[in-house]
């Protein structure tokens, strides 16, 4: 506990909380559709550790570079891919700084590096993971009619790298975003309310 300072790492919790106030600015361009840097973040570690299973990679190692992925852009921002064009970003100095004096900084600052790398199999499945969220999110706007989304579907496939990712990504897009709802409980469900007869 001693390479810790509380008050630091008190500024840094503060700090990871901006981005459930920070936007995906993607969805702008889509015109439906929304999220936050957090829940992206959140979900993505949560594919992570399915695709590093399905991979018998280190899950916990994937996981964590999904967590992490994003913490920059409590800083910089979410720079969509129009944004990007135009403008540049330090998301390495604006990590380091977030970290600066935390004790975390060597171990998050490796797996981002690692990640921007995509030198490892764990950073190609985080890679996936970031696009497959997208993907689910992308699924979802489109069964609800957004007739752009396909075209952005079709995009965020192809930058797919793992075996798993792709058949992952394939099935997301042949299932309907509304199935594990409807298809969960006994059909009988739906017309009882209640579950009793």
Known sequence: MSNFDLNRITHFLYEVGMLKRTPRTGYQFLGSGSENVAEHSFRAAVIGY????????????????????????????????????????????????????????????????????????????????????????????QDLGNKYAAKWLKYAAQRLRTSEGKALGLQIMETDHTDWWFNGPDRSWWIRKNGKK
């Open 50 to 141: 399915i695709l590093a299973g399905m991979a018998g990679a280190d899950q916990s190692k994937t996981v964590l570079m999904c967590l992490f992925h994003d913490l920059h852009e409590s800083r910089v921002g979410d720079m969509n891919y129009v944004n990007r064009i135009y403008n540049q970003t330090d998301d390495r100095r604006a990590l380091s700084d977030a970290l600066e004096g935390t004790g975390l900084e060597v171990e998050i600052l490796q797996l981002f590096d690692e990640l921007e790398e995509v030198n490892s199999t764990e950073a190609s499945l985080a890679h996936d993971a970031d696009q497959l969220d997208l993907i689910l999110n992308l699924k979802e706007q």
